[in-house]
């Protein structure tokens, strides 16, 4: 059984990474459509899956991810990973406040809330959703590898931790997928949030989301790391 978990670990942690690269080959090339115009990106560093998407996977394999990953101790991405956070939590306070602030995005807060539709849940909607989810709370195995990098270790302080970091990430997603949406009520662009399933691909015109998009990606140069250190332990103790 401890060897099946730790083949199960391992493939998860995996699974995570790819997402990760995945994730970033779609993300630069939009990133950059949006700063310069998709007229003005070469084709090699666009969205076509076999030249821009195939030339950032790779080098943010080779040149961001394999270097970050050479250490043997979660403890040496700490401030790496700190401000991975500060720029995800960045992002959602940017969505927040565009929509109290931005009166161009939200002319009147009052009828974007009364047209927003609360209870449309779907079979489709709900396919779509709990990937999604799964995904984002996938994190245990690597809590292990955590807690053995603790220098005072204590079942009840990990416990705390974890419930208080879940708890507030909770909140987190709830205030990006509500303000998100109930932003765009009102919004010819809402149909591209629902079509895409992508905040990302929504066109804000808005200098401050922007930014928080390439922190985004500072984000992912910040979270893959963490799941690649776990994997190589699980690997080694297993062969």
Not at 14 to 20: D, E, P, T, W
Not at 75 to 92: E, M, P
Not at 132 to 137: G, P
């Amino acid at each position: 059984m401890a060897i099946f978990t730790g083949w199960c670990n391992m493939c998860t942690l995996l699974g995570f990474v790819i997402s990760y690269i995945v994730f970033i080959k779609t993300l630069v090339p939009h990133i950059l459509e949006v700063l310069f115009g998709a007229e003005n990106v070469p084709d090699f560093l666009g969205k076509e899956r076999w030249k821009g998407q195939l030339f950032w996977a790779s080098v943010y394999t080779f040149v961001v991810l394999v270097p970050l990953s050479i250490p043997r101790t979660i403890g040496a991405l700490r401030y790496n990973s700190l401000f991975g956070v500060l720029c995800s939590f960045y992002l959602v306070m940017c969505v927040v406040f565009m929509f109290f602030v931005d009166r161009r995005l939200v002319p009147n807060i009052g009828s974007n809330f009364k047209n927003a539709s609360y209870f449309n849940i779907t079979y489709q909607g709900l396919v779509n959703a709990v990937p999604f989810v799964v995904f984002a709370f996938m994190y245990q195995p690597n809590i292990p590898m955590v807690y053995r990098e603790l220098h005072n270790k204590n079942y009840r302080r990990m416990e705390k931790v974890i419930v208080r970091g879940s708890g507030s990430v909770v909140v987190l997603y709830i205030l990006a997928a509500a303000f998100g949406y109930l932003g765009l009520v009102n919004s010819p662009q809402l149909q591209t949030l629902l079509s895409k399933n992508n905040i990302l691909e929504v066109e804000y015109n808005n200098w401050g989301f922007n930014i928080a998009i390439i922190g985004l990606v500072f984000a992912i140069f910040a979270a893959a790391p963490i799941c690649v250190l776990p994997s190589k332990d699980a690997f080694e103790e297993l062969v």
